[in-house]
């Protein structure tokens, strides 16, 4: 039989047109790192060797639909991008990532109108939540300045890493405290230690123009010398630290906060009680506690992964030096790395990279003044910063010293120190605007 075949119900021979109201799976398998997305076609994906970034169409319509496929059940792997190409995905706009990383998965999205965008209408996903873009500021904020006295001046930090002068404190002066980005574009800063010997638990919150607002009344137990890190790609986590202003009370509880800045309150500790450790993210959605000094233990290299719903995990065995008073800084957007801090030698500017997957690499010799009770932060999207820190012994050795650390995760020698000197300060992510 020869013709054209509209419908080819019967398998007939002849050119064969998409059938009216199906999808058109006629593509190859896709293989490449890029792929144009059509409405109204199936596609096949392999991403056995490399990620694939999925661009959608840049004008679609009510009902428009695509489907993708897990060809090689590797997108636990090597991950499908969406790019909405300008519009928006599951309501949230082209800035946020939308990542499918589920072994098998097959994905089906249709586009609803401007206000929600593209929706899946059927996936086996657990990670098809858009994931907030990475923030291109930071802000570092309280500590201890020299001579001992508490401060909550804060240095706003630009999207090229330039540390700005001090912005005059808000907030009760305390130091140790927590710090992490939340709502996707916005920080916190949350309990450590005010005046005296008290152990607070208030909270202050910065908006995405870097501004710090006055005290929110704590909830949770009161600590300091705990850590922060986000999870879920809008929301934070507090946990360890101690519940009094010296060495005592060390605890592995947890807080997490919530999108729009609330803390929740306690949930039980998992993973060695201990205080002087540092949080970072990475991957997607997830984080890492790393490092300090728990009673009985000593200096520890032990690390804890969090999971995208804020779960602490229990223990995993030190790789690196064991280290206490550290900070840690995201970087190459999935990845983090904690940096300084004392070892049983004495200060330290050793590093020890975190990969996407959440594997702690072994020590990267130190580059930039060795110190302690650093802080650190990304910023620019892909890159981090450590600073400020205590350089000896005894309440006049602050620093306002900086280090920047690249896409790669190399830390480049000293920047020299804006803003008053300082230490037990904290750092964190905030805007999305450059």
């Known amino acids: 039989m020869s013709g054209t075949v509209t419908s080819n119900v019967f398998k007939a021979s002849g050119v064969i047109a998409a059938t009216p109201g199906g999808l058109d799976w006629s593509s190859a398998v896709i293989t490449g790192s890029t792929l144009s997305a059509e409405t109204g076609r199936g596609y096949f994906i392999n991403t056995t060797s490399n990620i694939c970034t999925v661009t959608l169409p840049a004008s679609p319509e009510i009902g428009d639909q695509i489907v993708f496929a897990d060809y090689a059940r590797t997108w636990a792997t090597n991950n499908v991008i969406i790019d909405s190409n300008g519009n928006n995905f599951q309501g949230e706009s082209d800035l946020y990532t939308v990542d499918y990383s589920t072994a098998g998965q097959s994905l089906n999205i249709v586009y609803s109108d401007a206000t929600k965008g593209w929706l899946p209408v059927s996936d086996d996903a657990v990670a098809d939540v858009p994931v907030a873009p990475p923030t291109q500021r930071a802000i570092f904020a309280f500590g201890s300045v020299n001579g001992g006295a508490r401060t909550g001046i804060s240095n706003l930090v630009n999207s090229s890493g330039v540390v700005q002068s001090d912005v005059s404190a808000v907030g009760t002066a305390s130091e140790a405290r927590m710090a992490a980005t939340y709502g996707g574009d916005k920080a916190i800063f949350a309990f450590g230690n005010g005046s005296g010997s008290a152990i607070v638990s208030f909270s202050n919150l910065v908006n995405n123009s870097g501004v710090i607002a006055n005290d929110t009344t704590g909830v949770g137990l009161a600590r300091g010398l705990l850590a922060g890190t986000e999870y879920g790609g809008d929301k934070a986590l507090a946990a360890f630290g101690n519940a009094s202003d010296d060495d005592g009370g060390q605890t592995s509880i947890s807080n997490k906060i919530s999108n729009s800045g609330v803390v929740a309150s306690n949930t039980t500790g998992v993973g060695q009680a201990r205080a002087y450790l540092a949080g970072v993210r990475y991957g997607v959605g997830k984080g890492i506690f790393g490092f300090g000094n728990a009673t009985g233990v000593g200096i520890t290299g032990i690390t804890n992964l969090v999971s995208d719903t804020g779960t602490v995990a229990s223990n995993t065995s030190a790789v690196g030096t ?109 805007s999305f605007s450059a």
């Open 322 to 430: 064991a280290c206490e008073y550290v900070g840690a800084a995201a970087y190459g957007g999935d990845k983090g790395v904690f940096g300084f801090g004392r070892t049983a030698s004495g200060r330290t500017a050793k590093t020890n990279k975190v990969s996407n997957t959440g594997v702690v690499a072994s020590d990267t010799s130190g580059v930039g003044t060795v110190r302690q009770y650093v802080a650190g932060t990304n910023y620019g999207g892909d890159k981090g910063i450590f600073g400020f820190g205590n350089t000896a012994d005894g309440i006049t050795n602050g620093t306002g010293i900086t280090n920047l650390v690249n896409t790669s995760g190399v830390v480049a020698s000293d920047t020299a120190a804006v803003g008053t000197a300082r230490w037990y300060t904290a750092g964190a992510g905030y």
